[in-house]
């Protein structure tokens, strides 16, 4: 399956994926729940969040589309499908909430 | 043999029709939870402190650990795709047992988040955020357990005299198991944290 790498090779990139995923995770919360910014920084401290969980879970799905679902691995076709999508999908999300209106 | 499983290979990019098949199904899919997320996001930009009430009635911790079970899911279905093409039927079965395992502890989780809503009189109809909450995370859910019936079937034929050995079959199966875990990726943060 993956060019010249053996089981073994690719249970270790697994194991580091998920690894790697625990870790984003949690940093996830902690950057959301524990994370606080001065007042009076007023509605850039939501930008701040939205765009640090957005890269934190770009991250995570990045990892999971390049190493388990082997994007890396398979015809670079494959990359267009799910590339495209996900930029727009992350834009959509970036620009509606730090353009899109009013913010806490 | 059904083209949408067929392992023949498309003459002009050389990918199987039935990965290609899939990807492209996620790539719609993607978009379908995109409309979602779009309309959570200018609604909220409208209701701020609706969808700051709402935010803070949600169980974290419980979706933290949720976000912990599809993520061990997701090893696993890699784990069992490995295995079954290296013929290694015993760590198929375990691999794939466990996935199935992790996406009904994710079931029964979302259940008591359910249920605990609706005993404190909280419906989709309560807000536009818990309207939202309960459509998009109900869609994600309604997608568990559409993953859940064919990793269910590929488990159990591998239990029978003539066993399971499309390993690729279940790589085009893994890719939406995979695509799940992706969704609760960024439903999380945005419904339960980052908001």
Redesign the interface.
């Known amino acids: 399956?993956g060019a010249g790498m053996t089981?073994a090779d690719?249970?270790k990139s697994?194991?580091k994926?998920?690894s790697a995923?625990?870790v984003f995770?949690l940093l996830?919360?902690v950057a959301?729940?524990f994370l606080h910014f001065p007042e009076s920084w007023g509605g850039l401290s939501?930008v701040l969040?939205?765009t640090?969980?957005?890269i934190?879970?770009i991250a995570?799905?990045w990892m999971?589309?390049y190493?388990?679902?082997?994007i890396k691995f398979?015809?670079p076709?494959?990359r267009v499908?799910?590339y495209?999508?996900?930029f727009?999908?992350c834009v959509?999300?970036f620009a509606?909430?730090v353009l899109?209106?009013?913010?806490? | 043999m059904s083209s949408a499983l067929s392992l023949a290979h498309e003459p002009v990019t050389g990918i199987r029709h039935g990965k290609l098949g899939m990807w492209i199904f996620l790539a719609s899919e993607v978009m379908f939870f995109s409309g979602f997320f779009t309309a959570f996001i200018i609604l909220r930009n409208s209701n701020l402190s609706v969808f700051a009430h709402g935010a803070s009635e949600l169980n974290w911790p419980l979706a933290a650990l949720n976000t912990v079970n599809l993520i061990v899911s997701s090893l696993t279905m890699a784990m069992a795709i490995l295995s079954l093409e290296h013929g290694n039927k015993s760590k198929f079965q375990l691999y794939l047992g466990i996935t199935f395992l992790c996406a009904c502890g994710f079931l029964v989780i979302k259940y008591i988040e359910y249920t605990a809503k609706f005993s404190h009189g909280i419906y989709p109809g309560t807000s536009s955020f818990f309207g939202l909450y309960f459509t998009m995370t109900g869609f994600h859910a309604l997608h568990v357990i559409g993953g859940m019936i064919p990793i269910g079937w590929m488990l159990a034929k591998s239990f029978t005299k003539r066993g399971y050995h499309d390993w690729e079959r279940v790589e085009i199966l893994g890719l939406y198991w995979h695509f799940v875990d992706l969704v609760w990726i960024f439903l999380f943060p945005v419904l339960y944290l980052i908001f």
């Open positions: 399956m089981a690719m249970q697994y194991i994926v998920f995923l625990m995770t996830t919360v959301a729940k939501t969040h939205v640090i969980g957005l934190i879970a995570k799905a999971v589309v190493v388990f679902m082997h398979d015809n076709y494959l499908f799910i495209i999508p996900l727009l999908f959509l999300v509606l909430t899109g209106g009013p913010t806490l």
